[in-house]
């Protein structure tokens, strides 16, 4: 367990808090993570690799389908699952509200980025600028391979295409961009999962039927 995997949100310490599980964690199940996190006051979601968003205000065990989660509850854990996709987290420090995103290439191409900030304005007016973003360890470009990508990421921005490769992390970044984040309030782990198999779980990087098994990588955040 990581307490300390994103610096950007150090000056907000005493009011939210982010944890990150890798292997070493061994986390199977939400059983499993509610026992390193000491409590039951969790709340998650059922990943679908779309656009879904749910705003969480007491405990949930994986009853509803959606790739994200916003927050305005205090002392209530979020999280989000991943070996080898996106795992945001966001926190608008102004408003007290958090958010997790899960964002694999089809919840990138699904525009899940965008409906999380959404309906962050929706149900808070908070708009994305407000925002600091915390960007987990994915797939780098090289380990992001495809049969082709310009047919099967047909909804994406070709640009980050390289011949069979996609730079799914530019891809999330330009996103981001668009909607106005400022680089200033945004950092990203720099490291590959399937590059780094050896810390993280991935499904690329041979751990596919412990990830089909349930063995993730997990980000989870707290209001104080």
């Known amino acids: 367990m990581n307490d300390h ?18 292997k070493s964690d061994a986390i199977e199940s939400d059983a499993d993570l509610r026992e390193k996190l000491g409590t039951d006051n969790t709340a998650s979601v059922w990943q679908k690799h779309g656009n879904g968003i749910v705003i969480a205000r007491a405990p949930t065990a994986r009853t509803q389908q959606a790739d994200g989660l916003a927050t305005d509850a205090k002392n209530l854990w979020i999280s989000i699952r991943a070996a080898d996709c996106q795992q945001l987290v966001v926190y608008a420090p102004e408003r007290h509200v958090a958010g997790v995103i899960h964002a694999g290439w089809k919840g990138l191409e699904a525009g899940v980025i965008s409906a999380f900030f959404e309906t962050m304005k ?34 994406l921005d070709n640009r980050f295409f390289h011949g069979r490769h996609a730079d799914l992390t530019g891809i999330a970044d330009a996103q981001l961009d668009a ?24 499904y690329r990087g041979g751990d596919k039927e412990k990830v089909l098994a349930g063995s993730t990588d997990v980000l989870a955040c707290i209001l104080l």
Do not use: H, M
Request: glycine letters at 6%.
């Open 5 to 22: 995997f994103f610096s950007i949100f150090d000056p907000f310490k005493d009011r939210f808090q982010v944890l990150f599980f890798d």
């Open 122 to 155: 929706n149900e808070w007016g908070i708009s994305p600028r407000e925002t600091y973003v915390g960007i987990g360890p994915s797939l780098c470009q090289k380990c992001a391979e495809f049969t082709d990508p310009v047919t099967e990421l047909a909804g």
């Open 179 to 202: 909607l106005g984040i400022p680089a200033s309030q945004r950092e990203r782990n720099p490291d590959c999962t399937k590059c780094r198999s050896d810390i993280y779980w991935s």
